[in-house]
RNA sequence: GGAGAGGUGGCCGAGUGGUUGAUGGCACCGGUCUUGAAAACCGGCAUACCCGGAAGGGUAUCGGGGGUUCGAAUCCCUCCCUCUCCGCCA
């Protein structure tokens, strides 16, 4: 969410990012000047009155205290209270239609976010390492984890539904040591301190990080008595809400985070879509990375965090690129998102395998995430980012293609044979 | 699931209808003292919103919501959360 003020003092910066973005500005601030207006007259004049009732009421306060008799005064201020309220629960429904409106808008893209209609516009910023060469035509993983005998999804239909998954074996090793292997790294060389939080949530959380109210339709809703949990869909969730509501010591910043969960999406609306293999499923697992940090240092952290994800990759000798979101592609809490696409030689492309961005003040600012400076009473927002480090099951797909060999075995790469208790995978008796 | 206790400012902790935004302590900031530091002493120190160019003024906030009252942190209702004991259970 953006800062009241700061729409009210920018709206033209405002409608410019807005534009950049795709949208049109003139639909999303509809009503804005209006709401804006009409609330704070109505905040006004009832804050007036009640300014007046309260000298009414020290006045009776007094009277009393000496013996006198107060009727006609607390006559007159009954008689108030009725116009006050009133004017309060206008000034109320404003309020509300007024925070719907600005939890609308998306967050400003930062200035050096490339300006675009599309994916297609994306800007590439860097490439690491080289694709394989192969003399045989590489198979998509889906074959390689039904020929391995690793990859069931037959009775995973029979289980849960489509897009579900079943991994036997050393597939299941794989996916346990691809989450200890980054965990690992990620505690041990990069900083983060390793959590372990709970995969459902409430929906204060879920409005805190952006997925509600707008994107209910991609998350499981869990009933619970009379209310409701969400299955997080991402360790973002319960990261970056670790400190709603909260005021952190300056000092401690940046505060880094890691986690391994599972996450579930419903991908409502993606029928059709990377239907083949485990790209698009209910439920994966990843190795999530959140930062709470101070402004002025959010940008060098989104670099840091981006390497720290990109290492991974470097030390599995995975082949892949950086680009940077263009203001059309990145989600409306980034201000400014890096994608990391890794190699997959089976299906002759590039694919998404993490996403780091930085919210700015955005989330802070919904979940209340505050700090307070060293030597200073004055609190402000922190600013968070996230990103996946990495989702573990595309990084199994991008091994298990990379390596694959004529045989249709698949090499392990040697900072992953300890935790693997293995260098090759080869098709298991079924 | 049953019984009980409790939720107050960054933290601890007073406060049971009338200048209580809230005593006190800790922490923090400034100062005096000191070669420096500590200690001691003095002073300062909540947040949000509204009006205002500013100075300043106003309103709200003692878990959330509703009610009683001229007036509520204090009384009533309701919901949420935490803790303790019992039962059940991974």
Redesign the pocket.
């Known amino acids: 969410m953006l800062?009241?003020?700061f729409v009210r003092d920018n709206l033209p910066l405002v409608e410019e990012k807005l534009r950049q973005r795709g949208m049109n500005p003139a639909e999303v601030l509809k009503g804005f000047r209006e709401l804006d207006t009409n609330?704070?007259?109505a905040?006004?004049e009832?804050?007036?009155l009640?300014?007046r009732?309260?000298?009414?009421?020290?006045e009776?306060?007094k009277l009393?205290?000496s013996g006198q008799d107060?009727s006609a005064?607390?006559?007159e201020?009954?008689e108030s209270?009725d116009k006050i309220?009133e004017l309060e629960k206008t000034a109320a429904e404003y309020e509300t239609q007024l925070r719907q409106l600005l939890a609308g808008i998306p967050n400003l893209p930062h200035d050096s976010v490339p300006v675009g209609k599309s994916a297609e516009d994306n800007v590439e910023v860097r490439r690491w390492g080289t694709p394989p060469k192969f003399d045989f035509a590489p198979k998509p993983h889906w074959e390689l984890g039904e020929q391995l005998g690793i990859l069931d999804f037959e009775r995973a239909a029979k289980l849960a539904g489509a897009r579900f998954a079943v991994y036997w074996d050393l597939g299941a090793k794989l996916e346990r040591a691809l989450a200890n292997f980054m965990l690992d790294l990620h505690t041990r060389e990069h900083g983060y301190t390793e959590v372990l939080p709970p995969y459902l949530v409430n929906s204060d959380s879920m409005y805190g990080t952006g997925q509600l109210p707008k994107f209910a339709s991609d998350l499981f809703r869990v009933p619970h008595?009379?209310?409701e949990l969400w299955l997080i869909p991402t360790a973002e969730v319960p990261l970056t809400n670790l400190y709603r509501d909260e005021?952190i010591d300056g000092t401690r910043l940046p505060v880094s985070v890691t986690a391994y969960t599972p996450c579930f999406r419903s991908e409502a609306g993606s029928y059709g879509k990377d239907v083949r293999g485990i790209i698009r499923q209910h439920q994966f697992q990843k190795v999530e990375l959140v930062k709470f940090s101070r402004p002025e240092d959010s940008y060098g952290e989104l670099e840091k965090l981006t390497r720290d994800a990109e290492s991974v990759l470097q030390k599995l000798g995975l082949h892949y690129r950086v680009v940077t979101l263009c203001t059309s592609d990145m989600g409306p809490s980034s201000a400014k998102t890096y994608d990391i696409e890794v190699w997959l030689p089976g299906q002759n492309l590039f694919r998404e395998i993490s996403s780091c961005s930085n919210f700015e003040a955005y989330q802070a600012r919904r979940a209340n995430i505050r700090y307070?400076r060293?030597?200073k009473?004055?609190?402000e927002f922190v600013h968070t980012l996230n990103g996946s480090g990495l989702a573990i099951g595309r990084t199994w797909v991008a091994l298990v293609e990379n390596y694959q060999q004529s045989d249709g075995s698949v090499l392990i790469p040697e900072a992953l044979q300890s935790y693997l208790g293995a260098d090759r995978i080869t098709a298991r008796k079924l």
């Open positions: 800062d009241l003020n609330r704070r007259q905040i006004t009832a804050e007036s009640q300014a009732r309260n000298r009414a009421s020290e009776i306060a009393k205290k107060a005064m607390t006559a201020t009954k209270r309220q008595g009379d209310r005021i307070r060293e030597g009473g004055k609190t």
